[in-house]
């Protein structure tokens, strides 16, 4: 008994120390290896045999999307092809391109909710927005996948961030289930980035933690939140400080199951085309997808600049000669530039600008 009520006395003596330290406007130090979540305050009743929580306070955080964006890019509808168990087009294994929104060998179970429609890029003086829009139908009532975007500051092809949010449910502001990882020994991609390694290099991945293990400097590094707007739309935000100043990268946006996982990166030089499969049936060789599945990404594009067309996982580019500027300064602005490859493989070029 004496040992509960010490145990109750440290208790709020932490939680008064903490809520001490938010209201002098500091991140509550992370002296414990509990989960740390965003609880307001912990109940009076609190059993006094609970875990102990940190309780974080924020002091930045985002707010509605900024009226400009900076870079869209559009992806496959499996849905089309769902009841064929195939995806309409898309998955280029040896290009790490991905379209599969799909079980693994019999691709009879669609996942909605993995199938990336459209992402979109934004940015503010404080803040990068990704925002990535599902397939929304009847049976899916729920983002239960991870959803994320790569950030390649160097234009190389390996990507250097990966902002990660899992299983987004609130239309609130919220960073649990976030985490930013980042490449520290620079060996995403392997020796080809984005291209199939022939060689598996056996990299590990984005490997450092940046934010999302309760030790971070910052509390408020990365959000996420289901767009208020539409329920099939998930935004995942990071403070724009991460890019150090860097004004022209690649961005590349990502949806996955249970096995997605940051380790996996590029997710093309961990196994062979063999083993993946593949979920287009004109490549007869490697249909179905076997033990990469659950999986789909679009193409990065370029934001800040006015990509040549050689960038590594760049998005199509309209047709242009050779050389020139492929837009023209006459038509879209770039960022509302929307080109993809339809079912029969025809690029199509829209202006989405509204
Ligand atoms: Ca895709
Ligand atoms: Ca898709
Ligand atoms: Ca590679
Ligand atoms: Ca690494």
Redesign the pocket.
Known sequence: MKKNINKFISLSLFVFLVLSACNLGKAAPSATQAPVTEAAALPADTPTSAPTEAVIQHVLIPGDLPAEQSGLAG????STTADENRAPG?DRFTFGRY?R?FNSEAMDVYYPYL???TTEFYLDDTWIYAVITLKGDESSQSLAGKYGFEIDLNVDGGGDWLIMAAQPSSTEWSTDGVQVWFDENDDVGGIVKVIADEVLPGGNGYETLIFGNGQEDDPDLAWVRVSPADSNTVQIVAKLSILEGDKTFMVGMWAGGEDFSPALFDVNDTLTHEQAGASLKELEFFYPIKELSEL?NACRMAIGFQPSGNEPGLCPLPPGPPGEDPLPPSSCPPQYLFCYYDNYRNLVCVCRQP
Request: glycine share 10%; no cysteine.
């Open positions: 992806d496959h509808d499996s898309g379209e929104p199938d990336i429609q789909d």
